[in-house]
């Protein structure tokens, strides 16, 4: 590999042959690294975020900390939120919003922002950790789905009923469909500036899609996400959409448009892969907790897990982000378990 756009992570989600699954992990920039903690202890998430030669340090420590194959750029999707009108703030009880939008008036005056105008800090930091990465190594940029973007803008932080979005929804579908494409405009332009700026491929999160009944996602949240990746998909970058709990709608999910889907560990691999077949690339799918157990059964578990993909193109990850105290040997272990692995007639 000379260059990002021959690597494993691209080719696999351009479906065509490795010699092996590339493998990262969502949240590998983070607390369970003690170089991270370091830094932390100094500053504070966002003002992290807007520090881009601290924000690229950060995306570089899992690369040297434990090899992962691609790095992921440090940052939030909230981030395009503040500029938009949102009072975002993170403390200990985690983020929340404290100007909430339950309203059609809240929704317009929400501002349609440029991110190179508005968050030119997360296009110098993606353009830092492209110099300094390896060139053949994927740099990975991101956003939050507008569906689970809206449900922080209207709960005001994270839910377990997620009733006032539902509320919203349900009574007022109008109003919350005009947020949801307002969102979607935001975030094709937030994805096309991060690629500009030295992204080679994006992953759409849909956090909390999964809190929603099939017929509900189908309806209140894909369309808006279908709209973000058809509005990038003239960059000729790969799109990664990531669902926690994708298994309800997961046909929905692998005709969005996306190049890979993203799943979670409540779906055996080998039946999402049948129900997908050769629409898209896999990405996943271990249960994070799995990292707790010894490097001999996290191994193991990555072994069961290549079984089931067979020959296929696939992007080794966790079904969600790693936890924070999960050992960094533990992180290691699986990464290497994956760099291990050989295909049989893909070599």
């Given at each position: 590999m000379t260059n990002a756009a021959d690597s494993r992570l691209i080719r696999a989600a351009r479906k065509l042959p490795n010699d092996r699954p590339p493998v990262w992990i969502m949240r590998q920039a983070g607390r369970y690294m003690p170089e991270f903690r370091a830094i932390r202890a100094k500053i504070d998430f966002m003002s992290l975020c807007k520090t881009p030669d601290?924000?690229?340090?950060?995306?570089?420590?899992?690369?040297?900390?434990?090899?992962?194959?691609?790095?992921?750029?440090?940052?939030?999707?909230?981030?395009?939120?503040?500029?938009?009108?949102?009072?975002?703030?993170?403390?200990?009880?985690?983020?929340?919003?404290?100007n909430p939008v339950r309203t059609l008036?809240?929704?317009?005056?929400?501002?349609?922002?440029?991110?190179?105008?508005?968050?030119?800090?997360?296009?110098?930091?993606?353009?830092?950790?492209?110099?300094e990465l390896d060139p053949?190594?994927?740099?990975?940029?991101?956003?939050?789905?507008?569906?689970?973007?809206?449900?922080?803008?209207?709960?005001?932080?994270?839910?377990?009923?997620?009733?006032?979005?539902?509320?919203m929804m349900y009574t007022e579908p109008a109003a919350f469909l005009k947020l949801m494409d307002k969102l979607a405009d935001v975030l094709i332009d937030y994805l096309r500036y991060q690629m500009d700026s030295g992204a080679d491929i994006v992953q759409i999160f849909e956090s909390w899609g999964g809190y929603l009944a099939p017929e509900d996602y189908r309806t209140f949240a894909l369309p808006a996400t279908k709209k973000i990746i058809a509005g990038v998909k003239d960059m000729g970058k790969p799109v990664i959409l990531y669902m926690n709990?994708?298994?309800?709608?997961?046909?929905?999910?692998?005709?969005?448009?996306?190049?890979?889907v993203g799943i979670d560990w409540r779906i055996d691999l080998d039946k999402a892969i049948a129900r997908v077949g050769d629409q898209v690339t896999l990405q996943g799918n271990m249960d994070p907790t799995r990292l707790y157990g010894s490097p001999e059964s996290i191994r193991a578990e990555v072994q069961r897990l290549f079984k089931q993909v067979g020959n296929r193109p696939h992007i080794f990850n966790l079904g969600h982000g790693i936890?924070?105290?999960?050992?960094?040997?533990?992180?290691?272990a699986f990464v290497q378990a994956v760099q291990e692995l050989k295909y049989g007639a893909l070599v």
């Open positions: 601290l924000a690229a340090e950060v995306t570089m420590q899992p690369i040297h900390g434990i090899g992962v194959d691609a790095a992921i750029i440090f940052s939030d999707i909230l981030i395009p939120l503040e500029p938009m009108g949102m009072k975002v703030v993170f403390d200990d009880k985690g983020p929340h919003l404290e008036a809240d929704i317009d005056r929400l501002v349609t922002i440029k991110a190179a105008e508005t968050v030119p800090y997360l296009g110098e930091a993606l353009s830092l950790v492209r110099r053949a190594k994927p740099l990975i940029g991101f956003c939050g789905a507008p569906w689970t973007l809206a449900a922080y803008m209207i709960e005001g932080g994270g839910s377990k009923n997620y009733t006032h979005i539902k509320r709990g994708a298994g309800g709608v997961l046909e929905e999910l692998a005709g969005s448009g996306a190049d890979v936890l924070p105290d999960v050992p960094v040997d533990h992180a290691r």
